[in-house]
């Protein structure tokens, strides 16, 4: 369970540097699976529905070259490959992109209302610190 909630801070909150930092006010699940299609079209260069490894890579690095991206929606981070692609098959398609997010998202959402309400995300943060 701690895990799961160090795996959403890393990946939702990732740039998040405090609870202070998040947005206060509700996320809601479909703005979590248009991040996610967000992400993985501009990750996909080629726009064949298919991010590769390298695709990723070279995605990651335009985005260290651009100095980061410190929108929690938009950045991309380095362990977003292999959540995405737990068999190590070097492929992820947009459900696979989607899934891991929407995961993180369910645990946070202790309600289970659909939404990540600010106090929600509060908590996974605190749990975030806890767990470093
Ligand atoms: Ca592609
Ligand atoms: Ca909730």
């Known amino acids: 369970m701690m895990k799961t909630f160090v795996l ?3 990946t939702l909150f990732a740039t998040a540097a405090s609870a202070r930092d998040l947005p ?3 996320i809601t699940r ?8 967000a992400q993985f079209q501009k990750i996909d260069a ?4 298919i991010v590769t490894r390298a695709e990723f890579d070279a995605f990651r690095a335009k985005q260290a070259a651009a100095g980061g991206d410190d929108n929690p929606f938009t950045h991309v981070g ?3 490959f292999d959540h995405a ?4 098959t070097g492929r992820v398609t947009l459900e696979q992109a989607e899934q891991h997010p929407l995961q993180l998202f369910d645990m946070a959402d202790m309600n289970h209302d659909g939404v990540i309400s600010p106090t929600e995300a509060r908590m996974a943060m605190a749990l ?4 470093k």
């Open 128 to 131: 975030r610190s806890f767990g």
């Open 85 to 88: 692609d737990p068999n190590g």
């Open 8 to 10: 959403l801070a890393t």
């Open 78 to 80: 380095g362990h977003w």
């Open 46 to 49: 080629n726009h064949d529905g």
């Open 30 to 37: 479909a703005e979590v699976t248009a991040a996610a299609k």
């Open 24 to 26: 206060d006010r509700p």
